[in-house]
C-alpha cells in the first residue's frame, strides 16, 4: 500500500511538471561558512583528493565532519524522546507532506527577539484556510533568514544567550493535538525561542511524533497553502538528526 501511495505521488509531480510549477530549494548550502550553535562540530573537509590520475581521467572524493543539528536540518523525534523514531526509523510516507505557511515576520518586529508562535495565530490560519490538512508540515517565517550570512546578528546573541523566535509551550501542544501536522519547519537554529533552557517545544513534539525542520531558507513568502513538500534528510540509521534538503512544490 505504502509503495502504491509513493507511485501515485511521483506520477502526480510528474503530472505537475506540465503545467507551471515552480519548485523551491529552502535548504541552505552546506559549507566551511554555514552557521553552528556553540559547541558543535562545523563543517569540514577533513580530506580532499583531486588530481588527474596516470590513465589521463579527473578523480576526486572527499570526507567531511558535521554536527547532525547544524545548517538546515532534520530533528527526529528521538532527538529529544528516548522511544523516538530515529532518523533512519521515520517513514517515508511523512517525507512527502502537504505544506502550510505562516508568515510571522510583521509579529515579530512587533513583539521582539523573543516572539513566541501563540496558539492565536494558529487559529487565524484556519480562519483563513480552513483546517489543517492530513500529513502537514508547518513552516513558519520569522524573517531571520535575511540575517543568515551574519552570525551574530542570526542568533542574536547577547553574551552566550542567543534571542531568536520560537513556539511557545500552548502553541507546540496545540500542533501536537491536532494529529494532522506531522513537522514544523522554522527559519531560526530552533524549533524554541534562543533563551530557552527547558526545550519545552521539542519535547511535546517529538513525544508526539512530530519533526522538526530547522534553519529553514525562506527569503521569499510561499501562499499559506496549496503546496507539496519533500523532505529528504541523510538517512543516518541512528541519527537524532541530519543535514536534509527541502523542496517546495508550487503550482502556479
Avoid at 562545523?42 to 580530506?47: A, E, H, R
Wanted: charged content about 20%.
Amino acid at each position: 500500500m505504502f509503495h502504491y501511495t509513493i507511485i501515485c505521488f511521483l506520477l502526480i509531480f510528474s503530472f505537475y511538471l506540465s503545467f507551471s510549477l515552480e519548485t523551491i530549494d529552502l535548504s541552505w548550502d552546506l559549507n566551511n561558512e554555514t552557521i553552528y550553535v556553540a559547541g558543535m562540530q562545523k563543517f569540514n573537509f577533513s580530506k580532499q583528493v583531486a588530481s588527474t590520475s596516470q590513465r589521463g581521467y579527473w578523480y576526486s572524493f572527499k570526507e567531511f565532519c558535521v554536527a547532525e543539528h547544524g545548517g538546515t536540518h532534520f530533528d527526529a523525534p528521538y532527538h529529544f524522546h528516548q522511544s523516538g523514531w530515529k532518523v533512519g526509523d521515520v517513514p517515508l510516507s511523512r517525507l512527502f507532506a502537504k505544506g502550510a505557511f505562516l508568515n510571522m515576520e510583521e509579529e515579530h518586529l512587533k513583539m521582539g527577539r523573543d516572539t513566541r508562535l501563540k496558539v492565536k495565530d494558529l487559529e487565524n490560519w484556519e480562519t483563513r484556510n480552513g483546517k489543517f490538512s492530513e500529513n502537514s508540515v508547518l513552516l513558519v517565517k520569522f524573517g531571520r533568514s535575511k540575517f543568515w550570512q551574519n552570525r551574530t546578528l542570526y542568533l542574536d546573541l547577547e553574551g552566550e544567550t542567543m534571542h531568536f523566535p520560537g513556539l511557545s509551550k500552548e502553541a507546540a501542544q496545540w500542533i501536537a493535538n491536532s494529529k494532522k501536522i506531522i513537522g514544523v519547519g522554522v527559519d531560526t537554529p530552533s524549533i524554541d525561542p534562543g533563551n530557552s533552557t527547558d526545550y519545552i517545544a521539542h519535547r511535546i513534539l517529538a513525544e508526539n511524533s512530530l519533526y522538526n525542520l530547522e534553519n529553514v531558507k525562506l527569503l521569499t513568502d510561499l501562499p499559506e497553502t496549496g503546496f507539496d513538500l519533500v523532505v529528504a534528510p541523510m538517512k543516518i540509521e541512528e541519527g537524532t538528526g541530519a543535514a536534509v534538503r527541502i523542496f517546495a512544490i508550487v503550482n502556479n
